[in-house]
């Protein structure tokens, strides 16, 4: 446990801390869902465009 997260738990107690620990775990997960998905969406819309470009050289 990191000096903060004592430090943390110390001024506003267990119940607290664990509940703003729940909070940014589910703020990282959001983050990491919606870089998941614009990595996604930008990997489609490369793919996309090649074949737009394949097929438009024909």
């Given at each position: 446990m990191?000096?903060?997260m004592t430090m943390t738990l110390?001024?506003?107690g267990?119940?607290?801390g664990a509940e703003m620990a729940?909070?940014?775990a589910q703020g990282t997960?959001?983050?990491r869902r919606v870089v998941s998905y614009?990595?996604?969406t930008s990997t489609l819309v490369?793919?996309?465009a090649?074949?737009?470009a394949h097929f438009v050289a024909r």
């Open positions: 990191t000096r903060t110390k001024t506003v267990a119940g607290r729940r909070t940014r997960q959001f983050v614009g990595i996604l490369a793919i996309a090649q074949a737009l």
